[in-house]
Each structure stands twice: as C-alpha cells, then as structure tokens.
C-alpha cells in the first residue's frame, strides 16, 4: 500500500514557475514508476509526466521543454518543475504509482495503482 500526497500548487502569473512534490509512503518507493497528471474542468485526465523507477522520464508534447520530472528516492518523493507556465496549464496536478518493473505505457491511466488527492495549479494572464 502506497499513500501520496501532492504539495507546492498554487497561483501564479504565466511565464512563472512552480514546483510540485508529491511525497510517498512506503519501505518500496525506489521501485516504482511515478508519473503526474493533470486535471482541467471538464476535461478528462492526462499524462503530463512520467518518471520509471529506473530513471527513464516521458513527457506529454504540451509540456516538453518546460516541465522537468526527477525523484529523490532517499526522500520517497518526486518532484514536477514547471518552468514558462501558461494559462492552459492550468488544472488539478494529481501524483499516481505504479508497482510494475516495466513502464511503456506510461500515459495510461489504468496502469497506476495509487494516486494523491492532487493539488491545484492556477495560472493567470
């Protein structure tokens, strides 16, 4: 059983940046596969971010070059940077674990086991 919980949302003026935490419970941290989603009204959930428990990050297009995921395995937390925010980024960021010891298709949702209660991020014009 794995509990996360998401941290460091907020508002912020586009062009800004914000970190995200996202801290884990649990002895099997370092093996799992760790990816951030997010959540916009009325809009289903996507993939922003995904990290393996090897190391190996995947990113949705829309975010590319501005958001940087990395994990602290000494901390059980991972970690969503995003740089040069913009006004469609905005949306409830939710962290989510998957035990699996293989990560290909890290943007499917059903593929994660456990999720946070997720953590608003607001960007304004």
């Known amino acids: 059983q794995v509990q996360l919980v998401e941290s460091g949302g907020g508002l912020v003026q586009a062009g800004g940046s914000l970190r995200l935490s996202c801290a884990a419970s649990?002895?099997?941290?370092?093996?799992?596969?760790m990816g951030w989603f997010r959540q916009a009204p009325e809009k289903e959930r996507e993939f922003v971010a995904g990290?393996?428990?090897?190391?190996?990050?995947y990113y949705a297009e829309s975010v590319k070059g501005r958001f940087t995921i990395s994990r602290d395995n000494a901390k059980n937390t991972v970690y969503l940077q995003m740089n040069s925010l913009k006004r469609e980024d905005t949306a409830v960021y939710y962290c989510?674990?998957?035990?699996?010891?293989?990560?290909?298709?890290?943007?499917?949702?059903?593929?994660?086991?456990?999720w946070g209660q997720g953590t608003q991020v607001t960007v304004s014009s």
């Open positions: 649990g002895r099997t941290f370092s093996r799992y596969n």
């Open positions: 989510a674990a998957d035990p699996a010891n293989y990560y290909t298709d890290y943007a499917n949702l059903g593929r994660y086991d456990y």
């Open positions: 990290i393996s428990w090897s190391g190996n990050t």
